[in-house]
Structure formats: structure tokens, C-alpha cells
């Protein structure tokens, strides 16, 4: 659970997880096709959003990934990311039971 506060606590991690909860609200329609929203959102969609750099942006998801906050899907030369809903169910059940 320490990693995964330690993702919480970075803003742009914060943000990419708001985001992902409803992507058509929060990214251009042209940016997530109707077909690419079952795999996520692009990561370049996400850099372009958050204004950060490609290396740190893939940085940030890629930790997101590992300690199960994200889902990540490979499709060619792009990769997706959505949100992980049971481990952040998980995380906001060891908030309200454990803390």
C-alpha cells in the first residue's frame, strides 16, 4: 500500500487517474475513437493532456502499471492505459477499513 500513496501523492498521477475514471469528458473526441476507448486512452493523448514530457509521462504510467492502478494494453506501436477499478476498490476499501 505504501507504493501505491507514494503514486497518490505526485499531482499529474492524480490527474491521469481523474481523467481515465471518464475519458470522454475529459479528452477531445477526436483523441479517444469510439473503438479505442475499450482498450483506454493512448499514451500520447495523456502526454498531450498533462503537458509533460514523453519520457516522464511513460514513466508515470508505467509505475501506475506495476502497482496495479492502470491496465495497460499494447496494440501495435501504441500502448493504452485504463483505470485498474478492482485494485483502486481494493485501495479505497484498506482507506475505509484499515486507516
Partial sequence: MVDLFKILANEHR????????????????????PEVTDFGVCMS???????????????????MVKCGLLKSVREGQWTYY????????ALA???????
Fill in 82 to 89: 485504463k483505470r485498474n477499478e478492482e485494485q483502486i476498490q
Fill in 45 to 63: 493523448v495523456i502526454q498531450k493532456k498533462a503537458g509533460i514530457s514523453q519520457s516522464t509521462t511513460s514513466t508515470y504510467l508505467t509505475s
Fill in 14 to 33: 492524480m490527474q491521469i487517474l481523474q481523467w481515465l475514471k471518464d475519458p470522454h469528458a475529459h479528452f477531445e473526441v477526436e483523441d479517444i475513437e
Fill in 93 to 99: 476499501n484498506f482507506i475505509k477499513d484499515d486507516l
